[in-house]
């Protein structure tokens, strides 16, 4: 069966790296709402300019701007195989919305992947790859909203028994291992 796998885990938590590493694996669509953001303030769109300031601050973009290009990208074909989403959904209301666009493309299968690292390792991480966002200020920011609005979402899917702990703080390699069993069975 196809598989759709959502990566959460708070920020420098490894999403992005294992969620490109899968999707090579997998033959399957990386998705991730980080990415898609920043390539629209890259080319200065409407999108990205409304974007921009929140992204700045750490704080999420309203879901105004992000559900109509989530349920957009999962309209398309390449999807049907399978896909990874990376940073969505960050709030319990992003997380309704998907199973509801999930009904609406008739997606059954779901596999919730919660990254777990240590706070010192995740400002480590972050403060030396140093992204736009990737100020003490901001993470410290975003490692706030994650605990305030996306953590509830773990709960959320482990209430509906497709959430998958991963211990991030280890090598990578050992990391997408633990992925390979998760997602493989
Ligand atoms: P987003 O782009 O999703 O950023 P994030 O959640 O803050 O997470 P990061 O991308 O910083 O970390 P990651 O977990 O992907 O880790 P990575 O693999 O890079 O979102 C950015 C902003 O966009 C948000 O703040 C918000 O404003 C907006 N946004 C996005 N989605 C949204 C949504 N759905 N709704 C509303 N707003 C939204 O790894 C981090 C570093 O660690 C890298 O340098 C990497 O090389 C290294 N690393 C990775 N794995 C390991 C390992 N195992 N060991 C050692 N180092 C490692
Ligand atoms: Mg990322």
Known sequence: ???GVVFLGPPGSGKGTQAEILAK????????TGEILRSAIANS????????????QGELVP????LD??????????????????????SVSQATFLDELLNEINYAALCVIDLEVPHDVLIDRLLKRGRQDDTEETI???LEVYHEQTEPVTDYYRRQGNLHIVDGNRGPEEVTQSL??????
């Open 1 to 3: 069966m196809a598989t």
């Open 25 to 32: 694996l997998l033959e399957i669509p990386h998705i991730s």
């Open 45 to 56: 769109t409407p999108l990205g300019q409304k974007a921009k300031g929140y992204m700045d």
């Open 63 to 66: 879901n105004e701007l992000i």
């Open 69 to 90: 290009m989530v349920r957009e990208r999962l309209h398309e074909q390449d999807i049907l195989k399978g896909w990874i989403l990376d940073g969505f959904p960050r």
């Open 140 to 142: 410290r920011r975003r």
């Open 180 to 185: 390979k069993d998760i997602v493989q069975t």
